[in-house]
């Protein structure tokens, strides 16, 4: 009896258990794991529709879920989202290319340097505290009301989840890689450009994507204060003209858009780590 209770003691649990090669293999998942998403969602909807139905709230109010999808609808066949959509899109990418140069350079000196990082860091998280939104008026005086705002705002939002990231990252990379390093008498550039920035790659990307995250829920909200045209224009549009199923069909493409630039996102980091092993 003893025997069988130590044998059972020492059997690996299923997250440990490791190939022949060495792997570590990784837990059984169902496949239609995918489908535990969507009951949310759907009792939402569905609440929703009989808010609509049943008189809960005025269509004026809350429109219901058929009448948004067709106005949906009718916006993307006649082009309105679309041509709202590129120049939103413009917009947000240019501010996050911005922001991800400078939170890329900025962030890699605070994690090489100690002495930078000494006196750049505190007064760059004081920099960071303030939101978005507290930079408008300020910017508004300086640059105007023009794109330039709106690309300072974005680049803004990108900016501090990239320094982060990127400094964080760096910091993080274990001493016994540049040990490891050092006996093989790499160079200042080598260990840079085999050792640091490879190993800090997975918690930058990171800050890449909340950079891409930020910069367009900031891009949104840009829109919405201070532009005459773009997808954040279109909810102000709806809302003056007490169109609530202009406003929830712009908030759906929003959502959309912001879903699909995520996924994007993660498969591209899937695709720049794939050197990792399994469960690393």
């Known amino acids: 009896m003893s025997s069988s209770l130590g044998a059972t003691a020492s059997l690996p649990s299923p997250a440990s258990v490791t190939s022949a090669q060495g792997v570590t293999a990784r837990p059984w998942r169902p496949p239609l794991q995918w489908l535990w998403a969507w009951p949310f969602p759907l009792a939402v909807l569905l609440l929703w529709h009989l808010s609509s139905v049943w008189g809960w709230a005025p269509e004026q109010v ?11 609808a009718d916006m993307v066949a006649s082009g309105e989202i679309w041509a709202n959509l590129q120049i939103s899109l413009v917009r947000v990418f240019t501010g996050f290319g911005i922001g991800l140069l400078g939170g890329l350079v900025l962030g890699s000196v605070m994690g090489l340097l100690p002495t930078a990082r ?20 300020l910017l508004m005086l300086l640059v105007g009301i023009d794109e330039a705002l ?19 990252g760096i910091q993080g990379v274990p001493n016994r890689f540049i040990e490891v390093a050092k006996v ?61 199923d202009v406003v929830l069909a712009s908030v759906l493409a ?20 794939r050197w990792r092993k399994p469960g690393l």
């Open 62 to 72: 809350l429109p219901p879920p058929a009448q948004v999808f067709r106005t949906f």
């Open 150 to 168: 709106k690309f300072l705002l974005i680049a803004k939002a990108t900016l501090v989840p990239v320094t982060l990231n990127t400094c964080q």
């Open 184 to 244: 093989y008498g790499f160079t200042r550039r080598q260990m840079l450009t085999r050792v640091v920035f490879p190993a800090a790659t997975a918690p930058i990307w990171n800050g890449v994507r909340y950079g891409l995250t930020h910069a367009w829920l900031a891009l949104v909200v840009v829109e919405l204060l201070a532009s005459s045209e773009g997808i954040g224009f279109l909810i102000v549009y709806g809302r003056q003209l007490f169109q609530l």
């Open 118 to 137: 000494d006196y750049l860091y505190p007064l760059f998280k004081a920099f960071a505290q303030v939101p978005v939104i507290g930079w408008l008026p």
């Open 254 to 273: 929003v959502g959309i858009v912001g879903l699909a630039i995520d996924k994007l996102l993660s498969l591209a980091e899937a695709w720049l780590l």
